[in-house]
């Protein structure tokens, strides 16, 4: 085996890789580091020893003292998973707002950015074989907002706009109303959307672009959420209805499939599952959190299932909105993606929403995709199985 | 502002037409995808912010040269890594394919100690002289051809199956 054999044999492997793009990003990364080190200060002595440590400790000391984050890329290498427990449960602490968007990225079926303000075409005159996420579009008008639709996302990116004027909103109790629009509404396989209705389950066959109903008979109850399993079916949930003071209360899909003692307020979004590991968010936890420097309650997001007990805890509740924040899927067995904002409003200050992964197993959290849209818009996320091979 | 918006339009273009040499490099250093990306991102940064200084240079040399040494670093703090000793065996008889050969290769390659692996990889793939490879990694011309030497030397004896097919493949075929 010659020098040249080599040289072909290592270009043989090496071209059977292809990166993703970083150069997009990196000016913007470069700035924003910079200047963030030139505010770092005397905190930088803090912060380098709380590098020391590992990446989810330094997050949990920056929020505990308010003090400057370090957004070094060192935080995209994995920390040791040893540290506080709950329960049996590692503990892994998630960025701050503040650092979301100098997170390492993680690879995905999605693209990095996603800017649903542009004019796209719709969905029935140029279709999709299917769609790796799709994203409820309410309008501000006013002081209410309007259903506007549903913008799918291809899996080369591609933008699709679909017209949903024939759904009704839903009747959530206690004269409130929301979207009819869920975070488990788009099929795992992608291909189709299903919307709770007050009389039933509509849905949209995306590459054919028909619209089917299922009827249902709920008397007294309202449809209100619903998601797809892993197996094609789909869970329903209803409002209860209290005879006695003639009110309604949503049922957001109640207790999770796996069992845990984790004691929780209540659940959040769908549970989505790869095999025999599943993730859920905890709107919020019901013990305290021991983490310093964020909620003694916070949101959390939990993954358990195949010798994994982990918890993410969620900083800036605050900030994220009420319900904060639904799990998107599997990325791979070790990286769960959620929406790092609630479905109910979730818009960032800076107007946007993120998508991050949590690594399960090191605590690390990177970037999947960051969602933008125009001052006038919210928007919720539903994601087919982000695991399957688009 | 025009002169910090040149830089950045100068930069983006320079950094997408590089990211696949300087990914692929990386992944050939570490044989993983997501450290091969964190080092290339870390070093696209890096380069970034010396921008106004290597844009009229050699930025590829510096970059190259980031990841290269962070990977080292980062080699050294993950000390635990145990290094594989003997290539998998291939079932013989049938040609290799072409994903054969990379698992072949793949393999031999984890058998290499970082600095042996690093040396054959800019010699090899990147295509450094010796004396760029030493530049590179701050060590002398001497230690760069005595880590090409031991590579070389190692890879044949971890997959001498390789071998096997750079013969065939580097035969002359029978005219018709």
């Given at each position: 085996m010659t020098e040249p054999d080599v040289r072909d044999l290592l270009t043989e492997l090496a071209d059977s890789v292809e990166g993703p793009d970083l150069a997009s990003t990196a000016w913007d990364r470069s700035v924003s580091r910079r200047r963030r080190r030139m505010s770092v200060g005397v905190g930088a002595v803090a912060a380098a020893t709380?590098?020391?440590?590992?990446?989810?400790?330094?997050?949990?000391?920056?929020?505990?003292?308010?003090?400057?984050?370090?957004p070094s890329p060192?935080?995209?290498?994995?920390?040791?998973?040893?540290?506080?427990?709950l329960d049996g449960f590692s503990i892994a602490v998630a960025p701050k707002l503040a650092d979301e968007?100098?997170?390492?990225?993680?690879?995905?079926?999605?693209?990095?950015?996603?800017?649903?303000?542009?004019?796209?075409p719709s969905v029935v005159d140029?279709?999709?074989?299917?769609?790796?996420?799709a994203f409820a579009i309410r309008k501000v008008?006013?002081?209410?907002?309007?259903?506007?639709?549903?913008?799918?996302?291809?899996?080369?990116?591609?933008?699709r706009h679909l017209d949903a004027a024939r759904l009704q909103p839903i009747d959530i109790g206690d004269g409130n109303v929301a979207s009819p629009f869920a975070?488990?509404?788009?099929?795992?396989?992608?291909?189709?959307?299903?919307?709770?209705?007050?009389?039933?389950?509509?849905?949209?066959?995306?590459?054919?672009?028909?619209?089917?109903?299922?009827?249902?008979?709920?008397t007294g109850n309202d449809l209100v959420d619903l998601h797809w399993t892993s197996d094609g079916m789909i869970r329903l949930g209803l409002t209860t209805l209290d005879p006695d003071s003639g009110r309604t209360t949503s049922d957001r899909i109640g207790s999770p499939l796996y069992a845990t003692d984790l004691k929780v307020q209540y659940w959040s979004g769908a549970e989505r599952t790869l095999g025999d590991l599943h993730a859920r968010a905890a709107a919020y936890l019901d013990e305290r959190s021991p983490a310093p420097g964020i909620d003694t309650y916070p949101p959390a997001i939990v993954a358990v299932g195949d010798g994994v007990r982990a918890l993410l805890l969620i900083p800036d509740q605050q900030p994220r909105w009420k319900n904060c924040c639904t799990v998107a899927g599997w990325l791979d067995s070790s990286q769960v993606a959620y929406d790092a904002t609630s479905s109910q409003n979730p818009l960032h200050p800076d107007q946007t929403l993120r998508a991050l992964a949590w690594n399960v197993a090191t605590g690390e959290v990177r970037l999947v995709t960051t969602v933008t849209g125009s001052a006038d818009m919210l928007f919720q996320g539903s994601y087919a199985d982000l695991a399957a091979d688009f | 502002v025009g002169v910090a918006s040149d830089d950045r339009e100068t930069f983006t273009a320079w950094a997408s037409a590089r990211q696949q040499a300087l990914f692929r490099t990386a992944y050939l250093l570490t044989a993983d995808r997501s450290r091969a990306e964190d080092l290339v991102q870390i070093a696209l940064m890096k380069v970034a912010a010396r921008w106004a200084r290597l844009r009229d240079g050699d930025p590829d040399a510096f970059a190259r040269t980031c990841i290269v040494r962070d990977n080292i670093s980062a080699w050294r703090r993950r000390r635990r890594e145990v290094l594989v000793e003997t290539a998998p065996d291939r079932a013989t008889g049938d040609p290799m394919t072409a994903i054969?050969?990379?698992?072949?290769?793949?393999s031999a390659l984890a058998t290499l100690a970082p600095r042996q692996r690093t040396v054959l990889v800019l010699r090899y793939y990147a295509d450094l002289t010796e004396q760029q490879t030493a530049e590179t990694?701050?060590?002398?011309?001497?230690?760069?051809?005595?880590?090409?030497?031991?590579?070389?030397?190692?890879?044949?004896?971890?997959?001498?199956?390789?071998?096997?097919?750079?013969?065939?493949?580097?035969?002359?075929?029978?005219?018709?």
């Open positions: 709380a590098i020391a440590f590992g990446a989810v400790h330094l997050r949990a000391h920056d929020a505990s003292t308010g003090g400057p984050t370090h060192t935080t995209s290498q994995p920390s040791e998973p040893a540290g506080p427990t968007a100098t997170l390492p990225i993680a690879g995905s079926p999605l693209p990095s950015t996603i800017d649903l303000s542009a004019p796209n140029h279709p999709l074989l299917s769609a790796v996420a008008v006013g002081d209410t907002t309007r259903f506007d639709g549903v913008m799918l996302v291809g899996p080369g990116g591609e933008l975070a488990g509404s788009l099929s795992p396989d992608g291909t189709r959307l299903a919307f709770p209705q007050p009389d039933g389950v509509t849905m949209f066959t995306i590459p054919t672009g028909e619209w089917t109903s299922f009827p249902m008979s709920v | 054969d050969r990379r698992l072949a290769l793949a990694l701050g060590l002398s011309v001497g230690t760069v051809k005595a880590h090409a030497h031991q590579a070389l030397h190692r890879l044949r004896s971890a997959a001498p199956e390789l071998a096997e097919f750079v013969d065939r493949s580097h035969r002359p075929e029978a005219s018709t």
